[in-house]
T-cell receptor
Framework: NAGVTQTPKFQVLKTGQSMTLQCAQD?????MSWYRQDPGMGLRLIHY???????DQGEVPNGYNVSRSTTEDFPLRLLSAAPSQTSVYFC??????????????FGDGTRLSIL | DAKTTQPTSMDCAEGRAANLPCNHS???????VYWYRQIHSQGPQYIIH???NNETNEMASLIITEDRKSSTLILPHATLRDTAVYYC????????????FGDGTTLTVKP
């Protein structure tokens, strides 16, 4: 049981490049979310999904796109990377279906640098 | 979701109990209190959660006041490995409830 798997672990991009951060979970969790964490700060919610085909914006959605075509996967896309998006990105999942009070499980993060 | 207020930092002596407070004065009746911690830059780790009763597990105890406006996370015998940032989060316990993290409390356990 791998839990929440994020790839890649590290990435360096040039300004204007695009990339997709991958997140997969094998726990059949309905709810998935993406956070970013800047140095010395807490986590800020970017986008979240309550099930396949359903996504919504969090606190800081600008510059990021998401989609949820399967229960297992929730990729985060940067269409045109900017230095302000340099951060550590965490993906999390938790159950739904009447178990919504259960806690989130987090991945190990993707450390992204935009030059 | 209700906002939470935590002290920026706290120290604790190794082997002593660490008591981390959290204020959530605007909490609603269907919102749970969750505690996570983050060691270095790893992904946050779940510790404990509760609705209105006190809770205990192998890691910690959670004490929620009767009016539910504040709570305390207790690490009964802190070790150096408990040095981390501790986050208190309040959210609705349904499929739609989303978690908002503040800046947390940096707990430093000293020898």
């Amino acid at each position: 049981n791998a839990g929440v798997t994020q790839t890649p672990k590290f990435q360096v991009l040039k300004t204007g490049q695009s990339m997709t951060l991958q997140c997969a979970q094998d726990m059949n969790h309905e709810y998935m979310s993406w956070y970013r964490q800047d140095p010395g700060m807490g986590l800020r919610l970017i986008h979240y999904s309550v099930g396949a085909g359903i996504t919504d914006q969090g606190e800081v959605p600008n510059g990021y796109n998401v989609s949820r075509s399967t229960t297992e996967d929730f990729p985060l896309r940067l269409l045109s990377a900017a230095p302000s998006q340099t951060s550590v990105y965490f993906c999390a999942s938790r159950p739904g279906q009447g178990m919504g009070n259960q806690p989130q499980h987090f991945g190990d993060g993707t450390r992204l640098s935009i030059l | 979701d209700a906002k939470t207020t935590q002290p920026t930092s706290m120290d604790c002596a190794e082997g002593r109990a660490a008591n981390l407070p959290c204020n959530h004065s605007t909490i609603s009746g269907n919102e749970y209190v969750y505690w996570y911690r983050q060691i270095h830059s790893q992904g946050p780790q779940y510790i404990i959660h509760g609705l209105k009763n006190n809770e205990t597990n192998e890691m910690a105890s959670l004490i929620i006041t009767e009016d539910r406006k504040s709570s305390t996370l207790i690490l009964p015998h802190a070790t150096l490995r408990d040095t981390a940032v501790y986050y208190c989060i309040v959210r609705v316990g349904t499929n739609a409830g989303k978690s908002t993290f503040g800046d947390g409390t940096t707990l430093t356990v000293k020898p």
